[in-house]
């Protein structure tokens, strides 16, 4: 540090819960193939028109389960969870607080169809996605790498094996 100037803490941009309303606002107009993200806090913002980044200034888990109770309410989609392969590998020393991070992830999702799939895997299927469909990308102040949770939207009334059923049927 040089002679005379002192060190200050970083500022948290300011978060609010405007990003509540706007989750409320999109659930029932988002379908299936839209996507919503809840990102750490280093997640780049985009500039694919399509993203849309909004800061929380909430705690990762707590904006999860926010945004996980809003899909469970809608009867027109569910979540298809996918998480970065790379989490699992963390370890405490090099971030501390990921164990607990993933106990409390491991609860919320105890019941929730889950992928774990590599980050760069993810991000590709997430900018195809984004080229038609819009995202929500809601960032935390989450500061521990690899534990953005993605939310790949799906038909909640209508699944694999009925789409089968109908196309078995319609042979046109």
């Given at each position: ?15 609010g819960?405007?990003w509540k309303?706007?989750l ?13 993200v ?12 399509g ?11 707590d ?6 109770k ?10 298809i969870?996918?998480l970065?392969a790379e ?8 971030a501390?607080g990921?164990e ?7 609860k ?37 790498p690899?534990?953005?949770?993605f939310l790949?939207?799906?038909c909640?009334?209508?699944?694999a094996?009925k ?10």
């Amino acid at each position: 540090m040089k002679k005379g100037k002192t060190k200050t803490a970083a500022k948290k941009p300011a978060g609010g819960s405007a990003w509540k309303k706007t989750l409320k606002e999109r659930v029932p107009v988002y379908g299936h193939r839209n996507w919503i993200v809840v990102a750490d806090w280093a997640y780049p913002q985009q500039s694919n028109p399509g993203i849309e980044t909004i800061y929380t200034g909430g705690k990762q888990l707590d904006v999860l389960k926010t945004v996980l109770k809003e899909i469970e309410d809608a009867p027109h989609i569910q979540a298809i969870v996918m998480l970065d392969a790379e989490l699992d590998s963390v370890t405490e020393a090099d971030a501390p607080g990921v164990e607990a991070y993933r106990k409390g992830l491991k609860k919320l999702l105890e019941h929730k169809q889950v992928k774990v799939m590599q980050h760069e895997k993810i991000i590709h299927e997430l900018d195809e996605g984004a080229k038609l469909f819009n995202v929500l990308l809601l960032k935390s102040d989450m500061t521990i790498p690899y534990t953005s949770v993605f939310l790949q939207l799906d038909c909640g009334y209508w699944n694999a094996e009925k789409e089968a059923r109908l196309r078995k049927a319609f042979k046109g």
